[in-house]
């Protein structure tokens, strides 16, 4: 700071806001200078959260300490909601501000987000913003197209995607790993995006079930283990704050905390979420705090996912120029003015995508919420929260009213679908796939209005889900657990109960491979694929089926065709470039990998494979550059380091090897090859120190004869 103003208010002021504000005339009382708005953004979703379980919401059962402390520095909603009970589309309209039709990510399986819709992080990347991401689920993993504008989207999960295809929506980090991976990538940022605004998302699960929380959380709430893993979760908010605090990242920070969805629980017959459009899965939390909130308020009025885009735009004072949402700006509720408009629209399509039966809409103006079904309801939320008493025949005019604006929706999403048809994504369907996502519910090409509210009501087949889903759940466990026979028994049977989704096919037929019915699940999978097209893993598990029969030529064929489908899924191409690898065709293997370059362009590990490729085409100079771009787009792998430091070393660049071998053994201080490499690389450059690294890898495995053979040469 160059100049200073003599009097206190100068000096106070001086911390807040520019310099030549501070030192206004001396007589005169300066403007009121606008108070400093937040400089960066932290955005934490925690899945699966009901509010009614934090304190903030009255919860005096669960411990959640952190999350209400920063409620009480800021402001929460006391009716936030979401827009779809579902991980993947819920968290859509969090990150565009569009409702599910607008978005088009309707299900956790979905095509990708189209290019032609504008994301947070976009938007805070164009601004200068360093943005980066850390999710805890598959089904928020890149494929979903939810990584665009992030340039760091940490996504690693410890399952490759080939098991992952087998948990689908239950592939999940623990939290604590999500947090200590934003902790390292927080430590290793370079100097010049530690001093650009920051933009952070993290993705928190564990509320999700199965609800196994960690001790001492486990026994504490041994009785209610959701709860346990809500107490668990705010313990994780609380390492994160710290973090944030240690690296300058929180003081200055707008903090958003919210949920994709609840959780049922048993209410109205639901166990977990996803199928009902009831308060217990749309209700969620919603805490902001940071410079210029007010502490301790409630924002009244009804939060909508769709209004988070353009209400932390305009918070950050970004939002001249920003792209049009659905959802409006809060901004004047949250810093403590009026309060939001009252209405909000959600959906449920699972009963319709999954099981052909009716889907669910709902319109809700205050406290009165309207439940389009064959069998419509009509609720007072301000008097019977639960949802216990329809009110739909005994006030027929309100659930008129209702269902007239629940109507405009409708048509809006109808017209939209019309126009989408033509020049969105879509388009790049051919006309058979785009009729089969139609039937279900995918993209809807000008559906008829009838199509609305059709079919069996969800609520007299709630014990059939609840069967049809149990049997899954069996399913699906026992084949992750490897016991392939009972798991197959059990989606045979689901089959035989009338389950016909895509779904049931596809772990149907993992089961039958996992036999050895290689032929019975090859036509499990063709059936999948017939039903759901662009279910990627599908096709991918087709082609792993028939290289496992040495039938490489079939595997290409499946991923050929699962191309088509998907013009856009790099793990398509990927798995192509590794089949020519093995067909020992390193040309087309190499050719392949460079198009899942451009399909993903921070993929890291393609290009260190094509790197290794490389190398064993004898091409060091271009293996060195894609180990370069490897490390660089994802700094926290040590075999990438390593390879690199292999082929600085047989350059003679030994202090860059050495460098690099280095990362390797701090990320992962356990690996006696790392230590080895750089002992060997020290060696070469006459340093001392190398006897050191080969006595640490003879520590850590005694039997790594080379370092022994390394020690004895330096003591001759
Ligand atoms: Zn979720």
């Known amino acids: 700071m160059s100049r200073r103003c003599p009097d206190a208010w100068g000096l106070a002021l001086l911390a807040l806001t520019a310099v030549t504000a501070a030192c206004g005339g001396a007589s005169t009382p300066p403007p009121a200078a606008a108070p400093a708005g937040p400089r960066h953004l932290v955005l934490v979703t925690?899945?699966?959260?009901?509010?009614?379980?934090?304190?903030?919401?009255?919860n005096t059962t669960v411990a959640t300490p952190h999350l209400?402390?920063?409620?009480?520095?800021?402001?929460?909603?006391?009716?936030?909601?979401?827009?779809?009970?579902i991980t993947r589309p819920a968290h859509a309209s969090l990150l565009t501000g569009r409702l599910p039709s607008e978005h088009g990510l309707r299900d956790n399986i979905s095509l990708p987000l189209a290019a032609s819709v504008p994301t947070l992080a976009e938007v805070l990347r164009s601004k200068g913003y360093a943005t980066a991401a850390f999710v805890s689920s598959f089904v928020?993993?890149?494929?979903?197209?939810?990584?665009?504008?992030?340039?760091?989207?940490?996504?690693?999960?410890?399952?490759?995607?080939g098991d992952a295809a087998l948990f689908l929506n239950s592939v999940q980090r623990p939290g604590d790993q999500t947090i200590a991976r934003v902790g390292r990538w927080l430590d290793a940022r370079p100097a010049a995006e530690q001093a650009a605004p920051t933009a952070l998302w993290v993705h928190l699960y564990d509320p999700h079930d199965p609800y196994e929380p960690p001790e001492p959380f486990a026994s504490r709430y041994a009785d209610r283990p959701y709860d346990g893993e809500v107490a668990w979760t705010d313990e994780l908010v609380g390492r994160l704050r710290a973090q944030l605090e240690a690296h300058g990242l929180w003081q200055d920070a707008l903090v958003v905390i919210t949920a994709?969805?609840?959780?049922?629980?048993?209410?109205?017959?639901?166990?977990?979420?996803?199928?009902f459009a009831y308060e217990t899965t749309l209700r969620v939390p919603f805490i902001a705090r940071g410079p210029g909130l007010p502490a301790g308020a409630t924002i009244p009025g009804i939060v909508r996912a769709v209004d988070v885009m353009p209400t932390v735009l305009d918070l950050l004072g970004l939002a001249a120029g920003a792209p049009a949402t659905t959802g409006t700006s809060l901004a004047t509720a949250f810093r403590g003015g009026a309060a939001p408009p009252g209405t909000t629209y959600a959906e449920s399509l699972t009963p319709l995508v999954h099981y052909q039966w009716s889907d669910l809409r709902v319109w809700r103006e205050g406290s009165?919420?309207?439940?389009?079904?064959?069998?419509?309801?009509?609720?007072?939320?301000?008097?019977?929260?639960g949802e216990m008493r329809d009110r739909a025949t005994a006030e027929p005019a309100r659930a008129r009213a209702l269902r007239a604006a629940l109507e405009k929706v409708l048509r809006a999403e109808r017209d939209h679908a019309s126009a989408d048809d033509t020049n969105t994504a879509a388009a790049a369907l051919s006309a058979d796939t785009l009729q089969k996502l139609g039937a279900l519910g995918y993209v809807s090409p000008g559906a008829?209005?009838?199509?609305?509210?059709?079919?069996?009501?969800p609520k007299d087949k709630i014990e059939e889900f609840s069967t049809l889903n149990g049997l899954m759940r069996d399913g699906l466990t026992l084949l992750r657990a490897g016991r392939f026979t009972d798991s197959a028994a059990k989606l045979t049977a689901l089959r035989a109960a009338g389950g016909n989704s895509f779904q049931v096919h596809f772990y149907l037929g993992r089961a039958l491979a996992g036999q050895g019915r290689a032929r019975e699940a090859e036509a499990s999978y063709a059936r999948t694929i017939e039903l759901m097209p662009s279910f990627g893993e599908a096709?991918?598990?087709?082609?792993?089926?028939?290289?496992?029969?040495?039938?490489?030529r079939g595997a290409l064929a499946a991923l050929t065709a699962g191309q088509q489908a998907l013009p856009a899924d790099a793990a398509l191409v990927d798995r192509e470039g590794q089949v020519w690898q093995q067909l020992g065709d390193r040309d087309r293997a190499l050719a392949a990998y460079r198009r899942v370059m451009t399909l993903a362009p921070k993929d890291a590990l393609v290009r260190w494979r094509a790197g290794e490729l490389l190398l064993d085409l004898r091409q060091p100079d271009q293996?060195?550059?894609?180990?370069?771009?490897?490390?660089?787009?994802?700094?926290?792998?040590?075999?990438?380091?390593n390879s690199l430091g292999m082929v600085l070393g047989g350059s003679g660049a030994h202090d860059d090897a050495a460098r690099a071998f280095r990362d390797a053994a701090r990320l992962d201080p356990k690996n006696a090859r790392y230590a080895y490499n750089l002992g060997l690389v020290l060696q070469r450059a006459g340093k001392p120190e190398a006897a050191e690294w080969f006595e640490r890898t003879l520590t850590l495995d005694p039997a790594f004869r080379p370092a022994r053979e390394r020690l004895a040469e330096l003591a001759r």
């Open 260 to 275: 994709d969805h609840g959780e049922a629980l048993g209410e109205h017959g639901e166990t977990g979420h996803g199928y």
């Open 46 to 58: 925690i899945d699966t959260l009901r509010a009614d379980r934090l304190g903030v919401y009255g």
């Open 68 to 85: 209400d402390r920063i409620a009480r520095e800021g402001v929460h909603a006391a009716d936030a909601s979401a827009h779809v009970p």
């Open 448 to 457: 008829p209005s009838g199509s609305v509210a059709q079919g069996a009501d």
């Open 368 to 385: 009165w919420k309207y439940i389009l079904a064959p069998r419509p309801e009509l609720y007072d939320l301000a008097t019977d929260p």
């Open 539 to 552: 096709h991918l598990a087709l082609a792993d089926l028939r290289l496992a029969r040495k039938d490489a």
């Open 140 to 161: 928020l993993a890149k494929q979903s197209g939810l990584d665009r504008g992030f340039a760091h989207y940490d996504d690693t999960f410890e399952t490759g995607r």
């Open 623 to 641: 293996a060195l550059a894609m180990f370069r771009e490897a490390t660089t787009l994802d700094p926290s792998v040590p075999d990438f380091w």
